[in-house]
């Protein structure tokens, strides 16, 4: 995008939410089941069976709305979205149009240019999510399969203010309200898995102009990444068209990650919304919403400063240590054992979560425990082993149920710290390379790194590095 152009993007963000049933009945929300296991009446829609509105949604859809600064409405009610809804039984969806469960909220994010900005949010609504539709053929027949597992599950929809000025700031936002909502506990927020959904909404203007044009909604997106490549190139072919002098139409496109591109998919239509006779409207009392507010947990950010201030992490560190609720619950517990926070801190984010990663897990899901962590870290800053030693007793803790202690006596690993057999070692190394020790009295740096290494090796890494160096060091001249 040139200078000429501004883009301007709002946010509509499906979030489901991690609630021990649907939102009307008593099925569990587990919708990866069996196909079509999770149904019931009510779900199906049958004749005589009515919805009965889960409190254990309501509160969870709370919980979500206030960890975004919403303001939770007193009265909220359902409406029929009365256009057809192939994916659903009874034909329409359940949403809130006329009365939100929450207004005027906001996040706070970073630009790119290291400012701070508030993003406005419009609403918070609760609605239902449709079922699972299955295209397959058998033969040359096309065949559409339908699993209910899904259908009724419950949803909040997150509605953004056109705040958003670019792909940066939209994908910023997301991490944002991805971790606010994670806190809670409300949601997994997973986009690969389908509990979070984005839809952007994204338009152009000339800079510095304060209108509002057509907007284009792009759907399909199972990534922030892919959300940011998304508004990026939709920004690229509406400018495109402007310049050629094509009028920009309201319609609905698909991200299309194979490919890098946007696709038209359909016109942009906006049924009627009608109340629902059939759900009462919900009454959020003042006890009720003061119960609720006590489960909020401390915000990130609030995390975020006191990690600085009480654990003396730099910026960077305490951002990444107060990133996730469990990341930040590992690390407090890890610290609280009597380590260095800083140590903890390095060894969760440089050894710990490689290792998670490449078994596919989550920290609140390690082998190692935060206390197993801070046994062995204790042992390290003892000096009774060194940091090579403490890497591979880490990722032997990872298929062991034995102490770091005896991980620790069972290899072989406690550092050698005796002066006398490091200078035997030293004095070993030194008759074996004879050339690199040339090299090195005649000012080749790269050839102490080299006869350190080799100490090392010759001490089967056990040896202590610091020793060993001093030693080289003094017998090098």
């Not at 449709?130 to 339908?146: C, D, M, N, Q, Y």
């Not at 489960?295 to 990444?320: N, W």
């Not at 060894?347 to 390690?366: C, D, M, N, R, V």
């Not at 070993?428 to 090796?457: C, H, I, T, W």
């Amino acid at each position: 995008m040139t200078n000429d152009f501004e883009a301007v993007v709002g946010l509509e963000i499906h979030v489901q939410l991690k609630s021990e049933t649907k939102m009307f009945c008593d099925c569990p929300n587990r919708p990866g089941d069996e196909p079509n296991r999770n149904v019931c009446p009510t779900c199906l829609w049958l004749p005589g069976a009515l919805p009965r509105m889960s409190g254990d949604v309501l509160e969870k859809a709370i919980l979500a709305a206030l960890s975004l600064d919403c303001e939770i409405q007193p009265l909220t009610a359902f409406d029929q979205k009365v256009y057809y809804y192939p994916d659903l039984p009874k034909g329409y969806q359940l949403s809130q149009f006329h009365r939100p469960l929450a207004r005027n909220g906001r996040i706070e994010i970073v630009a790119g240019d290291g400012s701070i900005r508030d993003i406005g949010i419009a609403q918070v609504h609760m609605e239902e999510d449709v079922a699972k539709l299955i295209h397959e053929k058998e033969g040359r027949t096309p065949v559409s399969l339908v699993d209910f597992n899904r259908a009724g599950t419950p949803l909040v929809e997150i509605v953004s203010r056109p705040d958003l000025r670019g792909s940066f700031e939209a994908m910023e936002y997301i991490k944002a309200l991805r971790s606010r909502i994670r806190y809670t506990g409300a949601s997994d927020c997973s986009m690969e898995q389908g509990t979070m959904r984005v839809d952007a909404n994204i338009s152009i203007r000339p800079r510095g102009s304060g209108l509002f044009n057509t907007k284009v909604e792009v759907k399909n997106m199972n990534s922030v990444h892919n959300v940011g490549a998304a508004i990026d190139y939709e920004i690229g072919r509406q400018a495109g068209q402007i310049r050629a002098g094509e009028e920009i139409i309201l319609h609905t496109r698909l991200w299309d990650p194979d490919r890098n591109v946007t696709t038209a998919m359909r016109g942009k239509f906006e049924g009627p919304c009608v109340p629902d006779p059939s759900v009462p409207p919900l009454i959020i009392s003042r006890k009720m919403l003061d119960a609720v507010r006590e489960l909020l947990p401390e915000t990130p950010a609030s995390k975020l400063d006191r990690f600085i201030g009480e654990y003396g992490l730099t910026r960077d560190e305490a951002a990444l240590m107060s990133s996730e609720r469990d990341m930040a619950d590992y690390f407090e517990n890890a610290a609280g054992q009597g380590i260095l926070p800083r140590t903890a801190c390095h060894w969760i984010s440089t050894q710990l979560a490689p290792l998670l990663k490449e078994a596919g897990l989550g920290i609140e899901e390690s082998p190692v425990s935060p206390e197993r962590l801070a046994r062995l870290l204790s042992l390290l800053e003892n000096n009774e082993i060194n940091a090579r030693a403490a890497r591979e007793a880490l990722s032997l803790l990872f298929d062991s149920d034995e102490s770091p202690e005896e991980i620790v006596e069972s290899r072989g690993f406690r550092q050698v710290s005796d002066s006398g057999a490091l200078d035997a070692i030293v004095d070993q190394v030194l008759s074996e390379n004879a050339p690199a020790v040339e090299d090195y009295r005649a000012g080749k740096q790269k050839a102490f790194g080299f006869l350190m290494g080799q100490a090392m090796q010759a001490s089967r890494g056990t040896g202590n590095p610091k020793m060993i160096k001093e030693i080289l060091q003094k017998k090098l001249g």
